[in-house]
């Protein structure tokens, strides 16, 4: 099936809150369970750059798994950005230690020049240039820098883009069903994900599918940096 991109931001107020009250428990817990699966042999600490980063919740979910770090999340939907600065008023247990930026890839401005992870949940498939997520990762990250990304992968089919919304969401408003539909359409098959990493210069991510739904790319850049 071709791929069929989508707009590369949620700006309206009514998308926003539909995804920002959406039930993205499963996911979003498998996230943190993920990241700690794949970089087992340190305890994470410093700052980590949420790439993506809708309304907050996976920003605070890794402050809440990894009490050393500092969050800075960016999205370029004011939207997003405005309930995510809601659920962080709710968050008394991480206010200090997450930061919301509004930004747009490539070109951000943010309070550091390097961080010790990037990570990234359900960014990728937005994009209509892909190559502008893994060069704003090198922008950010040094060869020790963990990078995590997560994201939808493309089924074979419209039919099942259509189950996969029956199963997972099913109760939730006609709107997110839409917009989980056209995600599912916008995404990436692996193999297409793995050509962007060639292009890219970063082979050495490894990229697992972890779901029916969903693919992670994990590992260091260690792109030579002149």
């Given at each position: ?140 990250a040094t ?26 969401a099913a ?26 990493l060639r ?28």
């Amino acid at each position: 099936m071709q791929r069929v991109p989508e707009p590369e931001l949620m700006e309206e107020d009514l998308q926003a809150r539909a995804y920002a009250e959406a039930d993205f428990e499963e996911p979003h817990s498998n996230f943190i369970k993920l990241f700690e699966q794949n970089f087992p042999s340190a305890s994470m600490a410093g700052f980590v750059l949420d790439l993506g980063c809708g309304p907050g919740d996976i920003s605070i979910r890794f402050a809440r798994a990894f009490p050393r770090c500092s969050v800075h999340g960016v999205d370029g939907s004011e939207a997003m950005l405005n309930y995510g600065r809601l659920a962080l008023g709710q968050a008394a247990d991480v206010q200090e230690r997450v930061q919301l930026f509004q930004g747009l890839l490539p070109g951000l401005t943010l309070p550091r020049t390097r961080y010790d992870a990037v990570i990234s949940n359900s960014l990728l498939h937005h994009l209509h240039d892909p190559q502008v997520m893994w060069r704003t990762i090198g922008e950010f990250a040094t060869s020790a820098t963990r990078v995590f990304i997560m994201d939808l992968i493309r089924p074979k089919s419209l039919d099942e883009a259509r189950k996969l919304v029956e199963t997972y969401a099913a109760d939730e408003p006609a709107l997110l069903q839409r917009d989980f539909f056209n995600s599912l359409l916008a995404a990436f098959e692996p193999a297409e994900i793995e050509e962007q990493l060639r292009h890219a210069g970063l082979k050495h991510l490894s990229l697992s599918v972890v779901s029916d739904r969903h693919a992670i790319i994990f590992g260091h850049d260690r792109r030579n940096r002149g």
